[in-house]
């Protein structure tokens, strides 16, 4: 069952009817089930049963303290890109051991952050990283734990902006390479060669191109193996596919005995970095209609959230539903639903059957993960709300910016 849910006729985020929310805190508002989230991580923890796995949420997909904390409370492990993001972990009450650190261009204080508070591994994504780590690590008289990042060159059949594992992306060690790199790895004195990963892509609807990922992985750790390099983790990544309009990606469960299947016998700790699947559908953006708008070809409907507020539909022409929290008897008719950002991207949905007047308040869902995240201040808006429903309670995570929020930063030249 979703979290969001019609009751005579008005949508209902978990007992909380999103009227009440919106009356108190004003729109636009990010909302989040914390039901939604716990069930989501639980449904990748359960389905690995006894096999030793550590679920790490991936922080840069909703990074609130609150979504951190609810998820840290389960006992989640984190995956993260910067230090900022291991700040908010901590702050948030996570475990630092189990923290994966991502990233293609850590920086050495953030690397020695990462070693003063002890995380699990760093996900290493070239062999120039490698020594500065080395280096890093040894200044600070620590041993680093690491995974390779493999680039294994398959196609996630995703968007392009969001497919990461193909050879002509930025990221990982190209597969052909990994052995070298774990040969020198294996020689560094500061350096302790736990684990191989990799990260192909986001938004995936079929386990086909993981399976094909992690057989390219066991064929390595299989090689390393024989050649007395000994690793005791396999983590593939994050980039599960959430339905947003009619895609049917795998769930949790079956995603994960295919990848217990595929490990066989080995004796492996399998780490994955799921950042949508679990907080996409946990969340919604709402927007109040400010106006009706039409031309002679288009029916405009003209929200108060814009691009800078949820940017994917802009960035990757997505589709999100847009539906009426309170629906009205009558006949839709089709538009484009956009804000009042100044560029002719600034869109939310375009060719929308929707039968609303000014005043209504309209749902954006699936906007629990990359959505306030991505947010900007761009045309000197202010950062919206965000709220998370519980049960029949709701709680306020993080108040509206104000302008004076926005100047505090800035100084005039004297
Ligand atoms: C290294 C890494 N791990 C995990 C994720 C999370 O991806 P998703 O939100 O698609 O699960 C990403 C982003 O795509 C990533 O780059
Ligand atoms: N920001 C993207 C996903 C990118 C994943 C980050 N590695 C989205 O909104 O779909």
Redesign the pocket.
């Known amino acids: 069952m979703s979290a969001f849910e019609y009751q005579n006729n008005e949508l209902f985020v978990e007992q909380v009817a999103v009227n009440r929310i919106a009356e108190a805190v004003g729109t636009p508002c990010y909302v989040y089930s914390r039901t939604a989230l716990e069930q989501q991580w639980q449904a990748f923890d359960q389905a690995f049963g006894d096999h030793p796995h550590l679920v790490c949420y ?1 922080v ?2 909703n990074s609130n303290l609150a979504v951190l904390n609810v998820l840290a409370k389960l006992g989640a492990g984190f ?1 993260i890109v910067s230090q900022g993001e291991l700040e908010r972990v901590l702050r948030a009450g996570g475990d630092p051991a189990k923290v994966v650190f ?1 990233g293609v261009g850590k920086l050495r204080e953030e690397m020695l952050r990462a070693l003063e508070v002890g995380v699990y591994c760093f996900n290493v994504e070239s062999e120039a990283e490698l020594e500065i780590l080395n280096e890093v690590a040894g200044q600070a008289g620590k041993v680093a734990a690491i995974s390779l990042r493999v680039n294994p060159d398959v196609d996630a059949q995703t968007h392009p902006y ?1 497919s ?1 594992g193909l050879k002509e992306n930025k990221f990982g060690i190209d597969i052909d390479r990994a052995v070298a790199v774990f040969e020198r790895a294996a020689q560094l004195p500061n350096i302790k060669v736990s684990g191989i990963d990799c ?1 192909i892509g ?2 995936l609807t079929t386990v086909t191109p993981f399976m094909d990922a992690m057989d390219r992985l066991l064929e390595r750790i299989d090689q390393l193996a024989a050649q007395g390099i000994h690793i005791d983790h396999v983590d593939i ?4 596919g959430v339905r947003y309009r009619d895609e049917q990606p795998p769930a949790p469960s079956e995603y994960v005995s295919a990848l217990l299947k595929k490990l066989g016998d080995r004796k492996l700790k399998i780490l994955m ?5 679990i907080a996409a559908n946990a969340g919604i953006l709402v927007t109040e209609v400010l106006l009706l708008k039409s031309t002679e070809v288009k029916n405009f409907v003209v929200v108060d959230a814009a691009m800078n507020d949820l940017i994917r539909p802009s960035l990757y022409s997505a589709w999100q539903d847009i539906i009426p929290v309170t629906p009205r008897a009558g006949q839709g008719s089709a538009c484009d639903i956009v804000g009042p950002v100044c560029e002719t991207g600034d869109f939310l949905g375009k060719d929308r059957e929707l039968c609303v007047e000014p005043g209504d308040r309209l749902a954006v869902c699936s906007a629990g ?1 990359y959505g306030f995240v991505m947010s900007s201040n761009y045309n000197t808006r202010n950062r919206v709300a965000e709220v998370m429903a519980d049960g029949n309670q709701f709680h306020i995570i993080r108040r509206r910016e104000t302008y004076d929020d926005q100047f505090a930063l800035e100084s005039l030249v004297p």
Do not use: M, N, V
């Open positions: 991936a840069k997909a995956d991502s969001i990461t990260h986001s938004q990544g994050g980039g599960l970095e799921p950042g949508r699947a993960a």
